[in-house]
């Protein structure tokens, strides 16, 4: 059984930083895509940023690009998203979703595993 957990979510102000990571057990980890999405209370989950199996292929949403970076160290089976320059529009529920593939998608429908989530908040 495959298991994401989430962690280093928090409370923090406008322009602050943070680093989301995502720890993929029971599975091997190389041939394997992760997308981190996020959701507002009322909203839609939305897609956030994600990575191919070696990590040579990223995507990002309109809305985070340039200032959220994607990465994988396969070594440790954990996924990174380092968040800059948080602003409020940002506070939402972030979670890592894994799909056995060698590519990555933007479409939450598509991933077959997905961790519990965790809670990011940006205050202004």
């Known amino acids: 059984q495959v298991q994401l957990v989430e962690s280093g979510g928090g409370l923090v102000q406008t322009g602050d930083s943070l680093r989301l990571s995502c720890a993929v057990n029971g599975r091997t980890f190389s041939i394997y895509a992760v997308g981190w999405f996020r959701q507002a209370p009322g909203k839609e989950r939305q897609f956030i940023a994600a990575?191919?199996?070696?990590?040579?292929?990223?995507g990002y949403a309109d809305s985070v690009k340039g200032r959220f970076t994607i990465s994988r160290d396969n070594a440790k089976n954990t996924v990174y998203l380092q968040m800059n320059s948080l602003k409020p529009e940002d506070t939402a529920v972030y979670y890592c979703?894994?799909?056995?593939?060698?590519?990555?998608?933007?479409?939450?429908?598509?991933?077959?595993?997905w961790g519990q989530g965790t809670q990011v908040t940006v205050s202004s």
């Open positions: 979703a894994g799909r056995p593939r060698n590519s990555w998608t933007t479409s939450p429908t598509t991933y077959d595993d």
């Open positions: 990575i191919n199996w070696s990590g040579a292929s990223t």
